[in-house]
């Protein structure tokens, strides 16, 4: 086992070679140095010591002005200031500036070897809560990774269960194939466009991709039905906003989106439902969702009328810009290339083609 090393400095060569007799008997190591500016030459050659005894008067470098040159580069060396009765006042300034403790000249063998023990100890207990505190911490990381990954290994997971029932809703209503998928690709361009968090994002498109989910509820008579609905028809179809988010609100993960669920339908100046929102009553979410919305049906196909140009949307839509739509969503929304939405068209269209081929394959 390796002594402890111990730096002895005073300018009495015969002080400095009792103290060193006395802790080398005791199996400690010793090294020593005749000044405060030979002890810091000692100090800068990379040798480690764990105590540091230092004599209070010296010429060159006195005690108190070597324990503040090395205290901040040496702070696991407790140094103890040893002096005489009439210099107590200077040691104990010494203590508050950061010495561990002095020692009264003259001394006895075991007062000195108590308090080299006290403050060899006090550093092995301080190197330890050091080591035990950098352990906890990386302890600490460690499961808080675990734990982020496992949060986003199961949001994943969500995900693609969230995915499976956007397309097991466009099977139900073929007319909009794709329209989840598209409608939150608009809406996340535009979020992103607005400077919205990643954060936040992620709910504002969980909440676009499951907004039809309460058409899950709708009988397929009136969902399909190929001509206009009666106002009783209205009256039922209109139910999904709520049914998709008593549907939804039940996932804790999905909470806040089930808010966008349920307001997707709501209009800025508060003629929508199905509860009457109004202007920044409506969720952020919503609100960039209905202008992405509204982009999808006019640029999409539909029975009674083939798709339109973005350039027909982006004119309609800032037509109703302060009624339907949030303004600044939709200043928003005019300000971004009008290229990127057929681009985005584009992708899933090829999406879901590749995943249609694919189950026909199988």
Known sequence: MVSDRILVVDDEETIREIVCSMLTAANYHCTQASSGMKALGVLETGEEFSLMLSDLMMADLDGIGLLERTKE?????PVVMVTAVHDISVALAAIRNGAYDYLLKPFEREQL?????????NRRLKLENRAYQSNLEALVAARTEQLRQAVSDLERSYDVTLEALGDALDLKDAETEGHSKRVTAFTIAIARSMQVSKDDI??????AFLHDIG????????LRKPGALTPEEIAIMREHCYRGYVIVKKIPFLAEAAEIVYSHQERFDGT???RGLKAEEIPLGARIFSVADTLDAITSDRPYRPARSVAVAREEIVRWAGRQFDPKVVETFTSMPENIWMDLRRQIDAQIYRFASAGKST
């Open 215 to 222: 058409k899950m509820a709708i009988p397929d008579a009136i």
């Open 272 to 274: 929508g439902y199905p």
């Open 202 to 207: 992620s709910v504002i498109a969980r909440g």
């Open 73 to 77: 580069k040496y702070p696991d060396m």
């Open 113 to 121: 070897l108590a308090m080299v023990r006290r403050a060899l100890e």
